[in-house]
């Protein structure tokens, strides 16, 4: 007796579903315990600052919108406004949480962002840089792939502009997620996932884990393909 043949399973769309679960899953498992001092930048509807304040840490989300919480935590409070204008104490963070935010700094008609500034990314990287202490971790996601701007969306980030946005900064731990024909996100490597062509709503995610350049006692760093 012969077996059924298995179901044709097509080819999808690609698109970004499920994105926020692999960032937000992938800056949970790679966050250090506290104590210390965090800084989740762009923490939107993450609850990457819940995490980190249950981890020991005292947090501080900072938002170009308005942030709340339906709970109370004494080591988590949410500041609303610009990163670059808000007056922060240099050299005072542990633990810097980067998920999918810098890629839209300077990028007018999303985020209340008024503005046009296309280093603005740049600028954020080295500010969120000096706000480390020399120790810090830095945790960032963004979207890699071909270099583009889709504007009023977003920056993606490839083999021209993410050297740039890395300047000052070791990589101790780097990697990337890409959709596959079916629309599954699965592990790809780096070079990879950066030349891969790219469009407003479908680019790999790039995750790393930095240091500053200048770390006392720096982890190895990762080769990277430029």
């Known amino acids: 007796?012969?077996?059924?043949?298995?179901?044709?399973?097509?080819?999808?769309?690609?698109?970004?579903?499920?994105?926020?679960?692999?960032?937000?899953?992938?800056?949970?498992?790679?966050?250090?315990?506290?104590?210390?001092?965090?800084?989740?930048?762009?923490?939107?509807?993450?609850?990457?600052?819940?995490?980190?304040?249950?981890?020991?840490?005292?947090?501080?989300?900072?938002?170009?919108?308005?942030?709340?919480?339906?709970?109370?935590?004494?080591?988590?409070?949410?500041?609303?406004?610009?990163?670059?204008?808000?007056?922060?104490?240099p050299g005072s963070f542990d633990l810097v949480m980067n998920c999918s935010t810098v890629e839209h700094s300077g990028i007018t008609g999303r985020y209340e962002i008024t503005q046009e500034d296309e280093d603005a990314d740049l600028k954020a990287m080295q500010h969120l840089r000096s706000l480390m202490k020399p120790t810090a971790t830095h945790l960032i996601t963004i979207p890699v792939g071909q270099d583009a701007v889709w504007r009023p969306l977003h920056r993606i980030y490839g083999l021209e502009r993410l050297p740039k946005l890395l300047a000052g900064y070791r990589v101790a731990l780097a990697g990337a997620w890409v959709k596959d024909r079916y629309n599954r996100w699965e592990k790809s490597d780096l070079e990879v996932a950066l030349k891969r062509p790219t469009a407003p709503q479908v680019y790999g995610l790039g995750t790393f884990a930095l240091q500053r350049d200048d770390h006392p006692a720096p982890a190895k760093e990762v080769k990277l393909p430029w």
């Open 1 to 89: 007796m012969s077996l059924p043949a298995a179901p044709v399973v097509e080819p999808l769309k690609l698109d970004l579903s499920g994105d926020r679960a692999i960032e937000w899953s992938w800056m949970a498992a790679n966050m250090p315990d506290g104590p210390g001092y965090a800084l989740d930048f762009g923490p939107g509807g993450s609850q990457l600052s819940t995490i980190a304040a249950m981890k020991g840490y005292e947090v501080t989300g900072v938002d170009m919108l308005e942030v709340t919480r339906p709970f109370i935590l004494p080591n988590l409070r949410f500041l609303r406004g610009d990163l670059l204008s808000l007056q922060l104490q």
